[in-house]
């Protein structure tokens, strides 16, 4: 595999963890991991808000058309395309070339996904974008208000300066999630992980926190905690979910809003390892997951009992596990029925695309971009040529009638007109011709993102984490990303 890496930083936001030598370190790394080969990285940086030609982005589009490399890397989709239609595009041109193109940071694997999940983690990178602002005046508010942390105790490896102030401790503990991360990473799977930490007896979270009567060992369940901990990069993480009530279709969201807010305090792990750690965490889960047939095995939960939930063949649904294997004298026991599950989900995640990513904005950019292409230019550039030869013939049949050139020379020089023109209006009918299929094609894609009626495995595992049912019918969706 050759690898083409894009990186693109502007000067005046990134922060030393984002720089570009920083980031080119990374994909070096994970390629070499990969043991892919790397082609080139191509790079753009831009400063201000304007954005520039973003030439590195245009060489690596010229080289892609020579099929110079088999796969595109880029830390985000949100830093590789500015719009969505543009991000379509592009993606859509890589894969008629065969070029494959992933993403680190937003998890997108070209080969995996479609233009649906493309669409969606776009527009959520977007808005994640435009909420950034408001969630750093947020995090000075929620500082000031209620303090960095809500949990008692430290994270494992920080330490309290103030009340208000989280701090890398800087001691075993410190070194031991570095540790973890790196041994993750290394390939090292969680059991042996914890075998590792064991053997060594360093300290355990419950050990650090002074806890009474604190457990000694390392499990899975503490490694996979520490690993999937965004505080570790220096953000601050609240949980959201969204709630949805099948019978009355009322939807709300849940009291506790999200609260991602980024760089609340000092990192100890950088953001494309921890990235780069989620994902291999669900790829692990994944494959645990893939083993069950059922559309939602693994992540259905009985809101009643906290209980995973079974499918049942003859009824098409799936039961409370505790009602399956106890009776209903156990728990008032969650039941729904797959075929509703679905068409519930698919409702939700098309409102959530509705919500962020409007078809009447997707359908302006198709047209703005047809408007704008060069293929407008060319056409009015030959619509004038068109007209100048109109004018030359005029003329020439005046200068015929006033008898300053023969009939001979007449009809040699109106052939020669005649000849252009013919030309002229066969490239105007291939280039109308070019523009309206252009036309129809911004149409059919948008058409085709917004369809999605079907649900599998993959875009399920990708997108949800974890599904509450109850009695009652309410259904809680706890997705894997944060809008
Ligand atoms: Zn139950």
């Known amino acids: 595999m050759r690898c083409a890496v894009y990186v693109r930083v502007s000067t005046d936001m990134e922060t030393q963890k984002t720089s570009i030598a920083h980031q080119k370190n990374f994909f070096e790394k994970y ?3 990969k043991r892919w080969t790397l082609y080139k990285i191509y790079q753009d940086i831009e400063s201000g808000r304007s954005i520039k030609k973003r ?6 589009l010229e080289d892609s058309k020579e099929g110079k490399f088999d796969i595109v890397l880029t830390k985000s989709i949100s830093r590789f395309a500015r719009n969505t239609l543009e991000g379509l595009i592009l993606v859509r041109d890589f894969k008629a070339r065969n ?11 070209s080969e995996e996904y479609d233009e649906f999940m493309f669409t969606l983690l776009l527009s959520i990178a977007q808005k994640e974008s435009e909420k950034m602002s408001e969630r750093i005046r947020f995090g000075k508010l929620c500082r000031a208000k209620r303090g960095y942390y809500n949990g008692s105790n430290p994270p494992y490896g920080y330490k309290k300066l103030d ?4 701090i890398p401790a800087e001691d075993i503990t410190t070194y031991v999630v570095k540790k973890i991360f790196s041994m993750y990473l290394e390939g090292k799977g969680l059991y042996k992980i914890a075998k590792e930490l064991n053997k060594h007896g360093y300290p355990t979270p419950s050990q650090a926190a002074g806890k009474q009567n604190s457990g ?7 490694i996979r905690k520490i690993l999937s901990n965004r505080f570790y990069v220096g953000d601050l993480v609240q949980n959201k979910s969204r709630t949805v009530n099948v019978l009355t279709g009322e939807r709300k969201e849940n009291k506790e809003e999200i609260i991602i807010i980024k760089n609340t305090h000092d990192g100890i792990i950088d953001p494309l390892i921890f ?3 989620q994902k291999r965490l669900k790829e692990n889960k994944k494959k645990k997951i893939g083993n069950q047939t059922h559309l939602f095995s693994g992540i259905l939960v009985c809101g009643e009992c906290n209980r995973k939930m079974y499918y049942k063949k003859n009824r098409d649904a799936y039961i409370c596990a505790t009602v399956n294997k106890m009776g209903k004298d156990y728990c008032n026991g969650a039941y729904i029925k ?6 519930l989900i698919c409702s939700e995640l098309k409102k959530i695309i509705n919500e962020n990513c409007c078809k009447n904005m997707l359908l302006k950019e198709i047209e703005k971009e047809i408007k704008n292409g060069d293929e407008q230019k060319k056409l009015r550039k030959l619509e004038k040529s068109i007209i100048k030869l109109n004018q030359k013939k005029d003329r020439l049949i005046d200068m015929m009638m006033d008898y300053l050139i023969d009939k001979k020379m007449y009809i040699k020089k109106m052939r020669e007109i005649e000849g252009q023109k013919s030309l002229l209006e066969e490239n105007k009918e291939v280039i109308i011709e070019r523009l309206k299929k252009r036309k129809g094609y911004g149409e059919q894609v948008v058409k085709e993102i917004f369809m999605m009626e079907s649900l599998d495995r993959m875009v399920i595992n990708k997108l949800i984490e974890k599904i509450k049912v109850f009695k009652n019918g309410k259904v809680i969706i706890e997705y894997t990303f944060k809008l």
């Open 338 to 343: 797959e075929e509703i599950l679905i068409k």
């Open 99 to 109: 070029i494959r193109f992933v993403t680190i940071e937003d998890g997108f694997d």
């Open 275 to 277: 990235e780069e750690v």
């Open 55 to 60: 030439e590195g982005l245009q060489a690596l």
């Open 163 to 166: 009340k208000y102030t989280m």
């Open 216 to 222: 000694v060992i390392w499990h899975q369940s503490s």
């Open 31 to 33: 390629i070499e991991n």
